[in-house]
């Protein structure tokens, strides 16, 4: 069975900085894309970044653009989301997510394309 585990999250104070881990466990995931969403109280899960299965193409959702960069390790398959400058509404569990669909890169920010979740890791911006 496949698991993603994230690892990273914590409290931070507004302007600092945070950097989120995503590795996979079990049967070896491969040419998968990965992203990662967040869900703040009371709010819809969104999406966050996304990468391609080689790397070379990222996207990211506005609210983020300059300030997060996703990036992925393929030595350990591991994906990474460096996030800056942090606010209080970054606050939320961010998520990561795998997937292998053949419309991701045109639906990549839909939660239906991806079909293996992690258990999520909080984060926390004090103002």
């Known amino acids: 069975q496949v698991r993603l585990v994230e690892s990273g999250g914590g409290l931070v104070q507004a302007g600092g900085s945070l950097r989120l881990s995503c590795a996979a466990s079990?049967?070896?995931?491969?040419?998968?894309?990965r992203a990662w969403f967040r869900q703040a109280p009371g709010k819809v899960r969104e999406f966050v970044a996304a990468t391609s299965w080689s790397g070379s193409s990222t996207v990211y959702t506005d609210s983020v653009k300059g300030r997060f960069t996703i990036s992925r390790d393929s030595a350990d398959n591991t994906v990474y989301l460096q996030m800056n400058s942090l606010k209080a509404e970054d606050t939320a569990v961010y998520y990561c997510?795998?997937?292998?669909?053949?419309?991701?890169?045109?639906?990549?920010?839909?939660?239906?394309?991806?079909?293996?979740w992690g258990q999520g890791t909080q984060v926390t911006v004090s103002s």
């Open positions: 079990g049967r070896t995931l491969s040419n998968d894309a």
């Open positions: 997510a795998a997937s292998w669909s053949t419309f991701w890169a045109i639906k990549y920010r839909e939660s239906s394309q991806y079909t293996v």
